[in-house]
C-alpha cells in the first residue's frame, strides 16, 4: 500500500533529520532552537513525548500526506517533490507549531537564522523523504512507478 510505503519513507527521513539536529546541537549551533524541547513543552509530558510527536509528525503525517499527494506535487524526480513538500512541511511549522511554542509566527523570536536552519532541516527531510519512497516504490515497462 502506498501510504504505508509513505511511512516508512517518513520514519527514514525523520531519523535522518534527527541526527541532524543531534549534530547542530552537539556543535552548539543555535541552542535556542531545539524542536524537541519545544514539542515536549508543548505536550507537558517531557523530553520522551517530545521525540515521539516528533516521529509521529514526521513519519505517520507528512509521510502519509507525501504518499497521499504524491502525483500532485511539483517535480520531475522524487527527491525534488520531497523538497517540495518539504517546504510545504516547514511552512506548516512555521505558521502552526512556532508560534504554539512561543517562538513566534515564522519562528521570529528565534532569529533569521532559525528559519532559515529549519527550512535546510526540511529540505533535507524531503530529500530524503523522496528517495526512499522513490526506492520502495516497483519499477515498470519505461521505468514508470506504480
Do not use: C, R
Not at 41 to 47: L, N, Q
Not at 81 to 89: I, N, P, R, S
Not at 90 to 119: D, H, K, Q, R, S
Request: aromatic letters at 12%; proline letters at 3%.
Amino acid at each position: 500500500m502506498t501510504i504505508v510505503k509513505g511511512f516508512v519513507a517518513g520514519f527514514i527521513a525523520t531519523v535522518a533529520l534527527s541526527a541532524l539536529m543531534l549534530l547542530k546541537s552537539a556543535m552548539g549551533l543555535m541552542p535556542d532552537l531545539n524542536v524537541i524541547d519545544m514539542l515536549a513543552k508543548m505536550t507537558g509530558a517531557g523530553i520522551a513525548a517530545g521525540w515521539l510527536v516528533h516521529f509521529a509528525i514526521g513519519s505517520l503525517a507528512w509521510g502519509g500526506l507525501f504518499a497521499y499527494f504524491n502525483e500532485s506535487i511539483p517535480g520531475d524526480t522524487q527527491w525534488i517533490k520531497g523538497m517540495v513538500f518539504g517546504t510545504a512541511a516547514w511552512a506548516a511549522m512555521m505558521i502552526f507549531v512556532m508560534p504554539a511554542a512561543g517562538a513566534g509566527f515564522f519562528a521570529i523570536n528565534l532569529g533569521f537564522m532559525a528559519m532559515l536552519a529549519t527550512l535546510v532541516l526540511h529540505w533535507a527531510f524531503g530529500a530524503v523523504l523522496g528517495l526512499v519512497y522513490e526506492a520502495e516504490m516497483p519499477t515498470h515497462h519505461g521505468g514508470k512507478h506504480a
